[in-house]
């Protein structure tokens, strides 16, 4: 009996073997004993002179099941043995591929004896992306079908190869247009009739070549330098030189024990965590899946600035055109100038042709005036941050937009709720949280005001995922999920260097954690003004801490026109892009300690900057879970991974403090409220921390 998602079908002399298990085909334990028992079936079967295996749905096998990992049932059979099976057949398979073929799903069409694809095929073994290597024959065979060094390529890269690279490096037997099924059935025939052999991958031999020690040791220096402590890459090489010095089967027992250590490691664990947690993010509570969407065709953008440009971009790049507005003619002609430089600099480095410039600029409409927002399905406002300015940029939008069109807001801290209203129209309000450059960050925080429709809020979503930005929803507070977890960051590394740290010591500290840039740098990149400047607006709201000596240093270096890499000073001095120490910032704290009564030391640990640093950031997380503003764990772990430089095999900090255990963060916030003399509750642990602290659970059981 055939099972479910595997079954075979008879064409003439030929058996169809079809994988079924949407949405991606991935090759749960289901999928891997119905593909036993069919080969294992077809074995007998004297009638069956070949075999032709394929998919069903949009994509051929996109890989393992990657929730199988941490359950029992990834041992309960093994994708090994379904590859030696078909290869030991004893009359040719072969695969019909098409959409992704990733991981097991390219190490299975490896065994089989040929493969063919459709145009729109990518091939890859991806599995180094989530802390893990190929664990079914991928490291063994593939190099065995492309050599070595293009072998050690791929799979160190992770990245997919379309199906014409694939069939010149000799991964793909033949490309096919058309029906995929019917072409591999007559390439299946040809073979049979020219009675060509059952070529087995894992008895090619490697040529011995004595090239192979240096490309070696040239990619272990190279991991050393790029891959910044990542456990899988190392072991991918390992696996590559056993492949290459070992039998066949004697690699693949050594690839199947450098697997499992991968994927028991937290690395794979925290990026497997980050997979699934992005996926979960599109996934509203409560939002009706088939709600009729309003359709995005054409999109408004107030601001020809960077940012307002950045913005642009992204719809421009997925053919969507734009019209970018300014109220001055030579700031519209400058933005529009950026723009055309921005692609013109990429053509040039060859990742784009000039024609594509020209077709990108000419879905872009400069304008001048806001009755050309009168065709638009939405419009962005991405003006300076500033209450008033912003409220009457809404208003405006409120009047021009035609009835349906989304109105949204670039906001990176204000009120939506309070910028909905000054439209009128709140229903069609949402936040739409670009990071900076907008055409390279991968995070928009979709702001969900207290009047946004479930419409708007679920087409902004699709919205997103055709710009290929990955967004994550946040309610209504000051500085939504990311900018809210910062400040307290930036809080206590204001404090640490008025206590005597310098900011090398503490964005030492922070990067070997892992952080692409300690808060420092960061700061001096950003900006020190920008943050200043927010600063000053709270200050004018009355939403600052009562505490004179808040945030001191970003303020005072701000006043001083230490603005940071722009004016060649900030927390450091610069010499050209490299920071350097500077005496002038230690005297500044020195002042500021004294100032506020704050007691200086020869010593701070690593330890205490570092907790005192990330635990007050992972507690105001807490915080926006009991709240409500993020529905989950996961998606401010997925914030902090996509717009903060968090380290990816960290897994977010949500997830790093799953893993540093909850009682501790909880006992270490009180340390350090009882060190610091918390007058202002600075330290005080979130109810939610504590309670899932005391009941023994984790962020991710929230
Ligand atoms: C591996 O193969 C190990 C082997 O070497 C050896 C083992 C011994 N498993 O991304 P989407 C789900 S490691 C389970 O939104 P897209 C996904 O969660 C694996 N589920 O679609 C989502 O579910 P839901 C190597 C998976 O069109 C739904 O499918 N392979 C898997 O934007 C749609 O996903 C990879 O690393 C999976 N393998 O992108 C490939 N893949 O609807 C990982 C997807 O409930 N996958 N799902 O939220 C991808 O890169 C993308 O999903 C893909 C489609 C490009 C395939």
Redesign the pocket.
Known sequence: MNHPVVSVARRGDLAVVTIDSP??N??SVNVRTGLLTAFTGLVGDAAVAGVVLACAGR?FV??????EFDSPVFDESD?NDVCAAIESLGKPVVCALHG?T???GL?LAMACHYRVAAPNTRLG???V??G?L???G?TQRLPRLIGVADALEIILSGSPVSADKAQRLGLVDAIVDGDGLDQALQFTRALIARQAPCRKTSEIAIAPDGGLTTLFAGARQGLAKKSRGAFAPAKIVDCLEAAVNLPFAEGLAVERRM?VECMHSPQSVALRHA??AE??TGKIPGLDKNLALPAIGRVGIVGAGTMGGGIAMNFLNAGIPVVLLEVAADALARGLANIRKHYEATASKGRMTFEEVDQRMALCRGSLDYADFGDCDLVIEAVFENMDIKKAVLARLGEVCRPGAIIATNTSSLDVDELALASGRPADVVGMHFFSPANVMRLLEVVRGRETAPAVLAAVLALARKIRKVAVVSGVCFGFIGNRMLEGYLRESEFLLMEGATPSQIDRVLESFGMAMGPCRMMDMAGIDVGAKVLGERAKEGTLPADPSYRMPCRTLAELGRHGQKTGAGYYRYDGRTPVHDPEVDRIMAELASRFGIARRQEISDEEIFERCFYPLVNEGARILEEGIAYRAGDIDIVWLNGYGFPSVKGGPMHAADVIGLPRVVARLGHYAEQCKDRHDYWRAADLLSRLAAGGHRFADA
């Open positions: 949405p991606v991935a090759l994509t996109a890989g393992s099941d990657i929730a994708l992704t990733l991981g097991g190490e073994l991806p599995e992306t989530l893990l190929p664990g079914a991928g697997f997979f699934f996926r979960e």
